[in-house]
């Protein structure tokens, strides 16, 4: 190869050019209508080869898709108090979870995900917890409060809630044309047992007038430019979320403090919307007459098209809309993608299904790329907002590769759809099926 001559990975071939990369890649020709690939006879003999085993189904695999089998790029991350996450940046820190680590009924902390905006305040600079301030004010506020973390423990009824948070980002590698920011792939996700006080409660106490609209946050993080009482994130939910029994002001995670990179000593949640509506290290509530306008709540942050738009088109910021609950999802945690498996036994699988506000009513499962589907047993929340378990088993008719496939369907009759869904120009909300990787021999 010429010195000059750019090398390029798969990953980024796929990133670039999803239909390209196949065709540079194995030589399959990909229909634009049907996004189906078709594989020459030496294309599949090549993908077969790398994949380890015949593909049975390869006559229905889509085009512009990585094999599940070559899909897990992983990078060492190590970081106080987390083990085996992905790292994805290091100012502000940001990591997932690999989906086999997401497989406990309710994620341990040192798997659940980071995601942050700014630079979170030191252990030391927190201080005594007990002390922690945290003012509710707000043009909408009948009378505003300061209250220390002690005083919400003693004044407010406690309340715990097994509660999903996800990033909005979380898929955003998936897209294309490719977006900016963090390239989640599937695991800004997780589902703990949040403690703490109803937020309704406080806001109550502190008083809602009648115009009120919106709550928004502030937190102790700060800014990455270092300017001072500059915010790195100020977000909030309308009223009505805010005034939901699950939506909590909690200090508990999983029977223990909040982990120091997701909140501790205190933080919101607002469960089923985009994890950036939880704000953390909270040390502020505003309660407003008109949609909160802190830091990432203007402009395109958070926010989609409000009608679809074509890959890669601009969308001018009065088009876009406010995203709210999150959209039908799920994930397969066992087992972990890349297994071998023997053909004279039923495989074996499970994983976690979420809906944002809504409940998941259906779960389904393929080994033929989404051809066809068999139903899956699923289980009911432990209670709303909480993420919920599945299991299904599989036989398979011959020996090679497959993928195995999982769908889910919210309450309302919504879908995930098995390729990555309307495009957008930050990349939020992929909630395309999960797949991995099984040899089958």
Same mark, same amino acid.
């Given at each position: ?10 990953? !980024? ?45 390869? /006559? ?18 190590? =970081? ?12 502000? =820190? ?10 406990? &009924? ?11 905006? $700014? ?16 003012? %509710? ?5 009948? #009378? ?23 990033? !909005?980002?979380?898929?955003?590698? /998936? ?11 599937? $695991? ?9 006080? #109803?937020?309704? &409660? ?5 008083? %809602? ?11 102790? &993080?700060?800014?990455?430019? *270092? ?8 977000? *909030? ?25 997701? *909140? ?7 469960? $089923? ?58 994930? =397969?945690?066992?087992?972990e993608s890349g297994v071998t498996h023997s053909l004279n036994k039923a495989f074996q699988f499970r994983g976690k299904a979420w809906a944002g506000d809504l409940e998941v009513a259906g779960m389904a499962v393929s080994i033929d790329f989404g051809a066809s589907w068999h139903p899956a047993r699923l289980e009911k929340p432990v209670n709303r907002l909480a993420w919920q378990k599945w299991h299904a088993e599989v036989r398979f008719p011959q020996t090679g590769y497959y993928e195995v496939w999982a769908k889910a369907t919210d309450s309302q009759g919504k879908s995930q759809p098995t390729i990555v869904p309307g495009w957008n120009p ?5 909630? !395309?099926?999960? #797949? =991995? ?5």
């Open positions: 190869m010429n010195k000059k001559e750019k090398k390029t990975g798969l990953f !980024a071939l796929y990133r670039e050019d999803p239909v390209a990369a196949d065709k540079l890649v194995w030589g399959r020709e990909v229909n634009p209508l049907t996004r189906r690939g078709f594989l020459h006879k030496s294309s599949l003999l090549a993908m077969s080869s790398v994949v380890g085993a015949a593909i049975p189904f390869a /006559e229905a695999m889509p085009g512009g898709l990585i094999p599940a089998a070559l899909a897990n790029e992983s990078k060492a991350f190590a =970081i106080k108090g987390k083990q085996g996450l992905t790292f994805l940046n290091d100012r502000p =820190i940001n990591a997932e979870t690999p989906p086999h680590l997401l497989d406990d &009924d309710f994620t341990p902390a040192r798997y659940f995900f980071v995601r942050n905006n $700014g630079i979170p305040p030191t252990v030391a600079a927190i201080g005594s917890v007990d002390k922690w301030l945290l003012e %509710i004010s707000g043009e909408s506020c009948e #009378r505003p409060q300061r209250l220390t973390l002690a005083e919400l423990k003693k004044q407010f009824q406690h309340y715990t809630y097994a509660l999903t948070l996800e990033c !909005a980002g979380n898929g955003r590698s /998936e897209f294309y044309p490719p977006t900016k920011g963090n390239q989640w792939t599937t $695991g800004a996700v997780g589902c703990a047992k949040w403690t703490g006080v #109803r937020l309704k &409660d406080v806001l109550n106490f502190c008083g %809602i007038k009648k115009d009120a609209v919106y709550i928004g946050y502030y937190g102790a &993080d700060s800014h990455l430019s *270092g300017t001072p009482g500059k915010a790195a994130i100020s977000r *909030g939910v309308p009223i009505a979320k805010a005034l939901e029994d699950e939506s909590l002001i909690a200090w508990g995670f999983n029977g223990e403090d909040i982990p120091h990179q997701n *909140g501790f000593p205190l933080r919101l949640v607002t469960a $089923g919307w985009p994890a950036s509506t939880s704000g953390k290290w909270l040390n502020k509530l505003v309660i407003r007459n008109k949609v909160h306008d802190g830091e990432k709540m203007q402009g395109q942050s958070y926010r989609v098209p409000c009608k679809p738009v074509a890959p890669g088109s601009p969308v001018p910021d009065e088009a876009m809309c406010i995203i709210e609950s999150m959209p039908v999802k799920s994930i =397969i945690t066992y087992p930050k990349g939020y909300l992929n909630n !395309a099926c999960h #797949r =991995i990787a099984v040899q089958v021999v």
